[in-house]
């Protein structure tokens, strides 16, 4: 059983720069779905297997894919998947390596997560470590839906092993995420995840309570749900943290494609890869916790720069989500709301620019906003600031879009464009084996 359970672990890990681990040959060794989820071995190395899933090869997808897209790094590399990325524009292929890697890495995670939750009952646990194993894998689902969704018009939000797996709008894929997180929140509650669960599984690198509610907020912004997201974000301990820990066996995987081998893959660009309208004080914290100064361009003409923040060292954690995202998440929620609320706004926006303690030292530590006092410009500075303070987390896509920024023209290697795509293609191996693939969108 040990063998088998290490052969799970190590085909997850392998997926770290693949798009799935392709062995589909027979595995006499391998262990039987039975066999995984019939012990507590089984089910807790599936568990840690799916977080290491995300959190190697899902992060990097998650991260990169959309960077390039909406021009927060610039490819250094002739690989054709980046260049393919970089030019954009109605031609971006379906079989785009970084376009299969997001959709297939976040379906593996929902996958993994429903047979847990399917399965954990089934096994002889303590109550709080069951509780644990099931909130987790909501989590992690919620996660993956909401990933989906970010990048992709419709979704699929439960796997079907007939290959014919419905797809819905993104919209209510966000709904089902919220639906999860909520069934995960209600979950812990009524019963504390054991030391068990926590000693097993995160390590304590993940606060489920915090990290649940910050997705909860998360996806009620991004689904229009504004008092909720301002109370889901508002309940949330600033001072917690939770993180994707790292090793030599499972490297930081932006680490991996900007550092490894001194052969990067990207770059970040200069001022966030915002245009030149968008101006920061030079003594913003972010832009040296972010960026190291480099007066050079990409084979596009794009300037960059060097990397630096959480992304420089090979087994540096990276953080599941940046606290004062709260604050960004409560002061444009009090904007979009039917009764803007201007005042609660620019409190909440000012508590990230006047930072000077963020646990993980995003601090911009700059003066409070002292621009015009209506929505639309608020609005503008929160767009900034997102782009700032929450620098490749895999946001600037639906936050460009979501901020009303230039729609794309739909022609490859215009490189002035903020973005050169709005949602991106289904990937032919998904086309290929599921009937009910929706159409691509235009751009």
Same mark, same amino acid.
């Given at each position: 059983?040990?063998?088998?359970?290490?052969?799970?672990?190590?085909?997850?890990?392998?997926?770290?720069?693949?798009?799935?681990?392709?062995?589909?040959?027979?595995?006499?060794?391998?262990?039987?779905?039975?066999?995984?989820?019939?012990?507590?071995?089984?089910?807790?190395?599936?568990?840690? +297997?799916?977080?290491?899933?995300?959190?190697?090869?899902?992060?990097?997808?998650?991260?990169?894919? #959309?960077?390039?897209?909406?021009?927060? *790094?610039?490819?250094?590399?002739?690989?054709?998947?980046?260049?393919?990325?970089? !030019?954009?524009?109605?031609?971006?292929?379906?079989?785009?390596?970084?376009?299969?890697?997001?959709?297939?890495?976040?379906? &593996?995670?929902?996958?993994?997560?429903? =047979?847990?939750?399917?399965?954990?009952?089934?096994?002889?646990?303590?109550? *709080?470590?069951?509780? +644990?194993?099931?909130?987790?894998?909501?989590?992690?689902?919620?996660?993956?839906?909401?990933?989906?969704?970010?990048?992709?018009?419709?979704?699929?939000?439960?796997?079907?092993?007939?290959?014919?797996?419905?797809?819905?709008?993104?919209?209510?894929?966000?709904?089902?995420?919220?639906?999860?997180? +909520?069934?995960?929140?209600?979950?812990?509650?009524?019963?504390?995840?054991?030391?068990?669960?926590?000693?097993?599984?995160?390590?304590?690198?993940?606060?489920?309570?915090?990290?649940?509610?910050?997705?909860?907020?998360?996806?009620?912004?991004?689904? *229009?749900?504004?008092?909720?997201a301002i109370a889901a974000a508002s309940s949330v301990d600033l001072t917690s943290t939770s993180i994707f820990a790292y090793d030599s066996q499972n490297l930081n995987p932006i680490w991996a494609r900007v550092f490894q081998n001194s052969a990067p893959n990207f770059k970040p660009r200069d001022n966030f890869g915002l245009?030149?309208?968008?101006?920061?004080?030079?003594?913003?914290?972010?832009?040296?916790?972010?960026?190291?100064?480099?007066?050079?361009?990409?084979?596009?003409?794009? #300037?960059? @720069? /060097?990397?630096?923040?959480?992304?420089?060292?090979?087994?540096?954690?990276?953080?599941?989500?940046?606290? !004062?995202?709260?604050?960004?998440?409560?002061?444009?929620?009090?904007? &979009?709301?039917?009764?803007?609320?201007?005042?609660?706004?620019?409190?909440?926006? =000012?508590?990230?620019?006047?930072?000077?303690? /963020?646990?993980?030292?995003?601090?911009?530590?700059?003066?409070?906003?002292?621009?015009?006092?209506?929505?639309?410009?608020?609005?503008?500075?929160?767009?900034?600031?997102?782009?700032?303070?929450?620098?490749?987390?895999?946001?600037?896509?639906?936050?460009?879009?979501?901020?009303?920024? #230039?729609? #794309?023209?739909?022609?490859?290697?215009?490189?002035?464009?903020?973005?050169?795509?709005?949602?991106?293609?289904?990937?032919?191996? @998904?086309?290929?084996?599921?009937?009910?693939?929706?159409? !691509?969108?235009?751009?």
């Amino acid at each position: 059983m040990k063998n088998s359970i290490k052969y799970i672990i190590i085909c997850m890990s392998l997926s770290l720069g693949f798009v799935s681990c392709e062995t589909d040959f027979d595995n006499p060794n391998a262990a039987t779905e039975e066999q995984t989820f019939s012990s507590r071995e089984g089910i807790f190395a599936t568990a840690v +297997g799916m977080q290491q899933l995300f959190s190697t090869s899902g992060v990097r997808w998650i991260v990169e894919t #959309p960077a390039i897209t909406t021009r927060e *790094g610039g490819i250094t590399t002739t690989f054709q998947n980046m260049i393919e990325l970089e !030019d954009g524009g109605s031609d971006l292929p379906n079989f785009n390596s970084n376009v299969q890697g997001l959709w297939s890495t976040m379906l &593996r995670v929902i996958k993994i997560a429903e =047979d847990i939750e399917a399965n954990t009952a089934n096994i002889e646990l303590d109550a *709080g470590t069951q509780s +644990g194993l099931i909130a987790h894998a909501k989590l992690f689902k919620a996660m993956a839906i909401g990933s989906l969704a970010q990048n992709y018009e419709q979704v699929i939000v439960a796997t079907s092993n007939n290959n014919d797996a419905a797809f819905v709008p993104r919209a209510q894929a966000f709904a089902t995420a919220l639906t999860l997180l +909520g069934e995960a929140s209600s979950q812990i509650t009524s019963t504390a995840p054991s030391d068990e669960f926590i000693n097993g599984i995160t390590l304590g690198n993940i606060d489920l309570e915090n990290t649940i509610a910050a997705m909860t907020a998360r996806y009620n912004l991004f689904a *229009g749900n504004y008092d909720a997201a301002i109370a889901a974000a508002s309940s949330v301990d600033l001072t917690s943290t939770s993180i994707f820990a790292y090793d030599s066996q499972n490297l930081n995987p932006i680490w991996a494609r900007v550092f490894q081998n001194s052969a990067p893959n990207f770059k970040p660009r200069d001022n966030f890869g915002l245009p030149a309208g968008f101006t920061f004080d030079p003594a913003d914290g972010r832009l040296a916790f972010y960026l190291v100064a480099l007066d050079e361009t990409n084979q596009n003409g794009l #300037p960059i @720069e /060097d990397l630096a923040g959480f992304f420089n060292v090979s087994t540096g954690s990276l953080p599941v989500y940046i606290p !004062d995202e709260m604050n960004l998440i409560i002061a444009e929620a009090h904007l &979009r709301s039917g009764s803007p609320n201007l005042a609660a706004a620019t409190a909440a926006l =000012d508590e990230v620019l006047t930072d000077t303690d /963020d646990p993980f030292n995003v601090n911009a530590n700059v003066a409070a906003y002292a621009g015009d006092n209506t929505a639309d410009a608020l609005l503008m500075e929160v767009f900034k600031n997102r782009r700032a303070e929450l620098f490749l987390t895999g946001m600037s896509l639906e936050d460009s879009r979501r901020f009303g920024r #230039p729609q #794309p023209s739909g022609a490859a290697m215009n490189y002035a464009e903020e973005r050169n795509r709005n949602f991106y293609p289904y990937p032919d191996l @998904e086309r290929n084996s599921n009937p009910n693939t929706p159409d !691509d969108p235009s751009i």
